[in-house]
């Protein structure tokens, strides 16, 4: 958004200029000067070094020029392509975020929450290498804009996981490189810290929100390490088992159930895979249950427990919203159940049983 009429009128203002002096400076009538002011025309763009130059501005500071978006102003075009996402088609809601990043160019910020937009969003197209491209175009700008360490992280992050994507391991290590290092500790530094100042409540919130994201990490890898450890099988039954615990120990399946069903669906997979029924039955019931009773509404949120969590959680970049509408998230759902590793048991009872259930629960999700 250009604000040069406020601009002018304020510098002006600000340096005792009169309007016939401006005028006489950039060789224009008093009257133009006047319709800058009111908005009801522009400078002419070769007028913009003189003006500038003379109240000492540079031009983008003449112009007004937002060069980034505000974090709020970012999750609301979030939210609205999310949204569009699930209504209408993918190529044309495309073009209008291709419109947008090429709008906001140099907003890193912009960029970054577009990428993780894109990367949520691709599989609706058949287009999808083409746009994982793209996305990498976007996250390698941001490393020319940005300064900002975790920015860097992020955007370093989302291109290891377009790589992956792509079928690239060996660039998802090179970005990675240096990530498995002995933890710091620089939570707990900084809940010590707080409790020297005597502000106890800072000092639980830094502690709350370490637990809880190594908490997600936790039951987050779990499917991987199940699957890497599948001819193992006292491996295997002890996974289970502690991923189980902590799930139900922290009371997970209200207070995260997202990751809760990437465990419970990771769980079935494999047991489908290894005929193993009994077993595929149990997660994909856990599954359906959550999916039911506790995923929507889809926002982050603590708990009884983690009573200092939900501040932190609105500072997140798109602070408590969903990454996908909850029409895109139902059908996701279905779709755990149309892989190919489930085929061989569609026909079974148990297995239409836990579909109508589903379509029974998710009844009224848009």
């Not at 006047?34 to 000492?56: Q, R």
């Amino acid at each position: 958004m250009l604000h040069i009429s406020t601009i002018i009128h304020r510098e002006r203002q600000k340096h005792g200029i009169t309007q016939e002096t401006l005028a006489a400076h950039c060789q224009v009538s008093k009257a133009s000067v006047s319709k800058w002011e009111k908005g009801l025309s522009y400078p002419d763009i070769t007028l913009l070094p003189k003006i500038a130059a003379y109240f000492n501005l540079t031009v983008d500071e003449l112009l007004g020029y937002e060069q980034t978006l505000s974090k709020q102003a970012i999750q609301t075009l979030y939210i609205g392509y999310s949204k569009r996402f699930a209504h209408e088609p993918f190529a044309d809601v495309y073009q209008d975020v291709l419109e947008e990043v090429r709008h906001g160019y140099r907003d890193a910020g912009l960029l970054l929450q577009m990428s993780v937009l894109m990367l949520n969003h691709f599989i609706l197209t058949e287009n999808g290498p083409a746009v994982l491209t793209t996305i990498n175009t976007w996250l390698d700008r941001i490393r020319t804009l940005s300064e900002d360490v975790w920015v860097l992280r992020q955007a370093n992050s989302l291109q290891a996981t377009v790589a992956s994507m792509q079928g690239d391991p060996e660039t998802t290590l090179r970005l990675l490189d240096g990530v498995i290092r002995p933890s710091i500790g620089d939570e707990a530094l900084l809940a010590t810290a707080y409790e020297q100042l005597g502000q106890t409540d800072e000092a639980m919130r830094a502690l709350q929100v370490m637990m809880y994201q190594n908490l997600l990490q936790l039951v987050g890898a779990a499917p991987l390490y199940l699957r890497l450890s599948a001819d193992d099988p006292t491996v295997s039954a002890e996974t289970l088992r502690r991923t189980e615990g902590l799930i139900g120990l922290y009371d997970l399946e209200k207070l995260h159930p997202n990751v809760c069903l990437q465990f419970y669906a990771g769980t079935a997979q494999l047991a489908a895979i290894h005929g193993d029924r009994p077993q595929m039955y149990a997660y994909l019931s856990k599954f359906v249950r959550v999916c039911t009773k506790y995923l929507f509404p889809i926002d982050l949120h603590g708990d009884t427990y983690f009573n200092r969590l939900d501040s932190w959680l609105e500072e997140l970049d798109l602070g408590t919203n969903a990454l996908r509408s909850d029409r895109l998230v139902k059908q996701s759902l279905f779709e755990i159940f149309d892989a190919p590793f489930f085929a061989p048991y569609r026909d079974d009872e148990e297995m239409k049983d836990l579909l109508t259930e589903l379509r029974f629960g998710l009844e009224g999700i848009q």
